[in-house]
């Protein structure tokens, strides 16, 4: 198998030769996960330059390497994307500070299973009209808010002075009935973690969730670490609104 997803897989040769029709195969993920010993486990001289999904090789700041420079073990290449909405002139792809991307939405439209996504001080809208939301489609996906551009350990952050705003403020500031009516949302079968964000002013009479929302039947594990919920609104559950089965399945945790 050289690549799969959800429900298909990619081989080399004759499948015919080793699968019968109405054999199932368990498809697995084979992105990395942050706390991986295989990032920057691998010899550059070896590696190839892209990996399996085309992403370029990416130097991991916070592990030691192997050899210069060098890439992950496996077929994807864990990666961290910059966001800073204050950032000029960079290329905005959310390689590097200087080349962060501006807006939040477009480093989560290009993320991949078991990225972080560092988000510098500022203030970040999901969109222009009132539907718009920040969302989570991705798996074992980090956000670290509260970075100063150039920062790259999370733990050298003050998030509560430098503050990262997942904000719902997109008309009339002394109208909540103009704003965003949920800033964040995901499904109940993704895993992720947000660290270090304050929600604010996400405002609906009409919808739950004002903060975030998540409804399903799925046993994901959802964590917001070191997060504020701040003047949300909505017809219930300001802040957040988790609706999941009665018995196990999704774990929200705040």
């Known amino acids: 198998i050289v690549s799969n997803t959800e429900t298909t897989a990619t081989v080399i040769g004759n499948p015919s030769s080793f699968t019968l029709t109405g054999d199932t195969y368990n498809i697995y993920d084979y992105h990395l996960i942050s706390t991986s010993p295989c990032i920057d486990a691998a010899y550059d001289a070896t590696a190839p330059e892209f990996d399996l999904t085309g992403r370029p090789r990416f130097d991991d700041p916070l592990k030691p390497n192997a050899t210069p420079g060098a890439p992950d073990m496996g077929a994807h290449e864990a990666r961290i994307l910059f966001v800073d ?80 705003l997942l904000s719902g403020e997109i008309g009339d500031p002394s109208n909540w009935d103009d704003n965003t009516r949920n800033i964040l949302r995901s499904t109940s079968e993704h895993d992720f973690m947000v660290n270090g964000c304050f929600f604010f002013r996400a405002g609906n009479d009409t919808v739950p969730g004002g903060g975030y929302y998540v409804n399903g039947t799925g046993a994901a594990t959802q964590n917001f670490v070191k997060c504020v919920f701040v003047n949300n609104k909505a017809v219930r559950g300001g802040a957040a609104n988790i609706v999941g089965p009665a018995a196990g399945g999704l774990v929200v945790n705040f």
């Open 85 to 164: 909405q204050a950032v000029t002139g960079g290329l905005e792809d959310g390689s590097s500070w200087a080349n962060a991307h501006v807006d939040l939405q477009d480093a989560l439209a290009v993320v991949e299973d078991g990225d972080r996504v560092y988000i510098a001080r500022g203030e970040y809208v999901p969109g222009s009209s009132r539907d718009d939301s920040f969302w989570i489609s991705r798996m074992n996906l980090e956000l670290f808010g509260g970075f100063i551009s150039g920062q790259t350990n999370p733990q050298d952050r003050d998030w509560k002075t430098n503050r990262t």
